[in-house]
Every structure is written in structure tokens, then in C-alpha cells.
């Protein structure tokens, strides 16, 4: 049986830490104790922080986007290009786009991708909300921003078939990114160059 080092509270705050990606219980330590240590310059304003988000997170009704605002701040950019829609798996790889500067567009977030052996279906998934937005005049373009994996791929040929109606160009990602690859663990060169050289579906 391990033995503490510490108290309940700071046991607690180790091991909520511990579960936050990219952190083990080693690294959690770390952190705490770090905390501890600034807990004037940051520990306070962290949890003020954490607070503050927590109070104001939403879903945007329009792309699925997190945002402190509904719409978000994306969606009510007005120096976007209304035109293209980019659809992104998840909140990340919309971040991993923005990033990268790679393109001025609207998003649309998906919830994540199709995966049978995980029972992700369409109805999971915001893949409705997305053929509706294409069918809006204002749009010409929907590029299918996803992970070049074998479920990334599935979804990417499910919602073309959907779009078919849709006076749309659909198009995907340059095949810059490597197969099997996670659209948020590319590099912002290789990412901005899969967007420009986007290929027609
Ligand atoms: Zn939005």
C-alpha cells in the first residue's frame, strides 16, 4: 500500500491533475507542487480561471465550436469567408487550422468520426446540421479537414454522398498528411499546405 506525502486536499488536486493529457501521476506531482509553490502569482489566478470557463462554456448552435460566446467567436467573425465550410472531427483540429492560418473560413464540428467498431453512428455525430449549412446559397465550398485514418476516411465518403444535392465543391486535404495521421499532431507548414492544396472529392 503506498503511503501518502501529503494531506486529502493536495492528494485530490494530484490526482485530478493526473488525468489531464499528457500528464502521469509523476508529472501531476510536478505540477502541484508547482502550484503550491506560486500559489499567489498562479495557482489563484488558475482556478479563477478554470471558474470563469467553466461558468461561460458553450457549444455553438451554429458549428459545434466551445466558445465563451454563442455563436462563437468564429462563427461572428465577420472578416470570414462565409463560403467555405471546414469540417473538422474536433475542437482541436479547428484550433490546429487556426494555428496554422491556414484558411479564413467557417468550421463545422463534428462531434468526432464515424467508427462502427466503437458504435459512433451518423446520428452521433452533427453530420445532419452540416448538409443543412451546405445547402445555404451563401455557401460553395465544404472541405472535409480529417484525420487520414481508416474512420476519418469512412465519414469523409459518408457525408460527400450526403452532399451530393448540395450546390457544393467538396473537397478534402492534400495528401500531405501522412496516412494514419492526427490532423492536431501535424506541424502548422504541413497542415497550412494541406488546406491550400485541398483536391476535389
Ligand atoms: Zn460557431
Not at 506531482?29 to 462554456?57: C, N, W
Request: overall charge negative; glycine content about 6%; hydrophobic content about 45%.
Amino acid at each position: 500500500m503506498p503511503t501518502s506525502v501529503a494531506g486529502p486536499e493536495i492528494e485530490r488536486l494530484i490526482q485530478l491533475l493526473a488525468r489531464l493529457p499528457g500528464l502521469g501521476p509523476r508529472s501531476a506531482r510536478r505540477a502541484a507542487l508547482h502550484l503550491i509553490k506560486k500559489r499567489e502569482q498562479l495557482m489563484a489566478p488558475l482556478s479563477a480561471a478554470l471558474q470563469r470557463v467553466f461558468e461561460t462554456i458553450q457549444v455553438c448552435r451554429v458549428c459545434g465550436n466551445i466558445d465563451s460566446q454563442n455563436p462563437c467567436t468564429v462563427c461572428t467573425d465577420g472578416r470570414r469567408d462565409p463560403s467555405i465550410i471546414v469540417a473538422v472531427a474536433d475542437v482541436a483540429d479547428l484550433w490546429a487550422l487556426e494555428r496554422a492560418h491556414a484558411i479564413n473560413s467557417r468550421y463545422h464540428v463534428l462531434g468526432g468520426t464515424l467508427s462502427p467498431l466503437e458504435g459512433v453512428g451518423p446520428d452521433d455525430l452533427t453530420i445532419d446540421a452540416l448538409v443543412s449549412r451546405a445547402h445555404d446559397s451563401v455557401v460553395k465550398e465544404v472541405i472535409l479537414a480529417l484525420n487520414a485514418t481508416v474512420d476519418g476516411q469512412t465519414t469523409a465518403h459518408y457525408i460527400t454522398d450526403l452532399l451530393h444535392n448540395a450546390e457544393v465543391k467538396v473537397t478534402r486535404l492534400a495528401h500531405g498528411v501522412p496516412v494514419g495521421g492526427e490532423l492536431d499532431y501535424l506541424d502548422e507548414g504541413t497542415l497550412a499546405a494541406a488546406i491550400r492544396q485541398r483536391t476535389l472529392i
